[in-house]
């Protein structure tokens, strides 16, 4: 199984600042079959960003991704108090999918 | 716009089973894949399985298999999830979500979330 591996664990920014988190997988990641997901507490996970770099519906373009193979980054541009969020990596190249174990986003 | 609507938290003793329902409300399940995941107090997500409703063809992580069991109704507007041998490790919310299109499974629509207790 691919293994997906974010850092930092936890991230600390003021509003204003940019956020970068990455997720590098175990093997490569065909099709760049790579999504990422905010989850608040209590909620489910929304969908940011699938094919690596294509925004969800509805989903703010200060949100971008990027990458491809084993590497892949999320961009949070010019942060805003509620995206204090727990953000996840997923892969759906292959059976079976599997989670990076999120990197907390904490704004000041 | 679909919404995905789970069942009402379950308490279970270890060894029983849970079935957990995932109904679409305001579109249909036909053309898209449903997955199963669960997330354990304080941890990550985890996927369980996919199932394609308008196939019935099913997937199941290796982790699960041969304990759980994925259906639908007739409609299909209906997907089921069967978690059987419940053992303590087992408590976490589960989630149905469904995928982009058949093909493609980054999870743009979820339900709420079924919390499952699994305790003696």
């Known amino acids: 199984e691919i293994i997906l591996t974010q850092s930092p664990g936890t991230l600390s920014l003021s509003p204003g600042e940019r956020a970068t988190l990455s997720c590098r997988a175990s093997?490569?990641?065909?099709?760049?079959?790579l999504a990422w997901y905010q989850q608040k507490p209590g909620q489910a996970p929304r969908l940011l960003i699938y094919?690596?770099?294509t925004r969800a519906s509805g989903i703010p373009v200060r949100f971008s991704g990027s990458g491809s193979g084993t590497d892949f980054t999320l961009t949070i541009s010019r942060l805003e108090p509620e995206d204090s969020a727990v953000y996840y990596c997923?892969?759906?190249?292959?059976?079976?999918?599997?989670f990076g174990q999120g990197t907390k986003l904490q704004i000041k | 716009q679909v919404q995905l609507v789970q069942s009402g938290a379950e308490v279970r003793k270890p060894g029983s089973s849970v079935k957990v329902s995932c109904k679409a409300s305001?579109?249909?399940?036909?053309?898209?894949?449903i997955n199963w995941l669960r997330q354990a107090p304080g941890q990550g997500l985890e996927w369980m399985g996919r199932?394609?409703?308008?196939?019935?063809?099913?997937n199941y992580a290796q982790k699960f298999r041969g304990r759980v069991t994925f259906s639908t109704d007739k409609s299909p507007s209906t997907v089921y999830m069967e978690l059987s041998s419940l053992r303590s490790e087992d408590t976490a919310v589960y989630y149905c979500?469904?995928?982009?299109?058949?093909?493609?499974?980054?999870?743009?629509?979820w339900g709420q979330g079924t919390i499952v207790t699994v305790s003696s």
């Open positions: 979500a469904r995928g982009i299109t058949s093909l493609l499974d980054a999870f743009n629509i």
């Open positions: 305001g579109g249909t399940l036909t053309k898209f894949s």
């Open positions: 199932i394609l409703p308008i196939f019935g063809e099913t």
């Open positions: 093997q490569s990641v065909s099709g760049s079959y």
């Open positions: 094919g690596a770099s």
């Open positions: 997923q892969h759906y190249d292959k059976s079976p999918y599997t």
